[in-house]
């Protein structure tokens, strides 16, 4: 009698086991839980709505950044836009035409040279319009900063790694320069006649102070990387991609052209953009004498940091038509004409189009 309820026992313990199993089945599953709980509902609804609502006014402002700033330099600058605009609706059209397609062309070459630089294919179209824009925001910022920052936007939203974009921009830096000067030891081969002007050649402490300056800004630099770690890891991948590219971009002949000779072009055009705004108003120089001032204007003061080069280079390219034999009054006027047609009457469409690249979120 006794064994009976030691062999009922165990039977009767393994029946209430499976009970568990199938409460805990549809506890795991969340589909009939989440519709009934509403904190999911409180918590989740107002994220999505604050992120539009904090892009929009930034998105705006810098929309509309371009446009203030333009305006408060117009404002400041007023007196040479009048000047510049009565000169040149007295001059020549036809040659104030031939400026307009130089000038164009000039944007033309700087895409170009954008191109060349960096091995990833960009979209023509938009690199056209960026390169449009940044000369709107390089005539703002000095030593090109704006036209660069621009830059380095629209690379960085095409996908381009940061050290890779900054590598590009430093090797359009560098050879701008390197090409401007092949092209004015061409002048200097070609046109030697030209060069006996004894009071263009700066004096010897012209030259120290210059040399000083490029010596003291490289020494700056390399005593920055070498003594602040925050900017050494990033100044040795800009090289090592720098070298990378720069053997990689020389074993294509497209971007070999596309940079070399868009850089070369740039000085050739800008020079022709001056000989027609000049020969509008009767400057009595050639071609080669205003490319050759320009050139010899732009290598001396070129390195002082102007917004577009705006200042230092107008008076020493005034300086450098007037000894060549050119009038005062005419050799001014060239310049404020040229500033005028190739700044202000493109600027109000770069920065419309600078804003509508930041609206649309291509920069």
């Not at 052209?257 to 050639?286: D, N």
Request: proline content about 10%; glycine content about 6%.
């Amino acid at each position: 009698m006794s064994s009976l309820p030691l062999e009922s026992v165990p039977r009767a313990l393994p029946t209430p086991a499976p009970s568990p199993v199938p409460t805990l089945i549809p506890s795991r599953d969340p589909a009939p839980v989440l519709p009934l709980d509403p904190a999911p509902a409180l918590s989740s609804d107002p994220a999505p709505s604050r992120l539009p609502a904090i892009g929009r006014p930034v998105r705006w402002a810098l929309t509309l950044l371009p446009l203030l700033l333009i305006a408060a330099w117009a404002t400041v600058d007023w007196r040479t836009v009048r000047d510049g605009t009565a000169r040149l609706a007295a001059a020549d059209p036809w040659w104030l035409l031939a400026a307009v397609l130089c000038t164009c062309l000039g944007w033309v070459a700087a895409a170009c040279v954008r191109q060349g630089a960096i091995p990833d294919r960009l979209p023509p179209g938009l690199l056209l319009a960026s390169q449009f824009a940044a000369g709107a925001a390089n005539h703002v910022l000095p030593a090109s900063i704006g036209a660069h920052a621009v830059t380095l936007r629209f690379l960085q939203a095409r996908g381009i790694p940061l050290a890779r974009a900054t590598a590009s921009i430093a090797l359009y830096t560098l050879v701008r320069p390197i090409a401007k000067t092949m092209v004015l030891l061409v002048f200097v081969v070609a046109y030697p006649e030209l060069l006996h002007l004894g009071e263009l050649l700066p004096d010897r402490r012209t030259v120290a102070l210059v040399a000083g300056s490029v010596a003291a800004g490289f020494g700056t630099a390399a005593l920055l990387v070498t003594t602040v770690r925050p900017l050494r890891r990033p100044a040795l991948d800009c090289v090592r991609t720098a070298l990378t590219d720069v053997r990689l971009l020389h074993r294509r002949p497209a971007r070999i052209i596309a940079l070399w000779g868009g850089s070369a072009a740039t000085p050739l055009l800008q020079g022709s953009v001056i000989a027609t705004v000049g020969f509008s108003l009767g400057l009595p120089l050639t071609w080669a004498q205003v490319v050759l001032a320009l050139l010899l204007a732009s290598t001396a003061v070129g390195a002082v940091p102007a917004p577009g080069g705006i200042g230092p280079v107008d008076a020493a390219l005034v300086f450098t038509m007037v000894a060549f034999g050119a009038p005062v009054g005419i050799a001014a006027a060239t310049v404020v004409g040229y500033r005028v047609l190739t700044i202000w009457v493109p600027l109000l469409p770069g920065a419309l189009v600078l804003s509508a690249l930041v609206h649309r979120r291509v920069l």
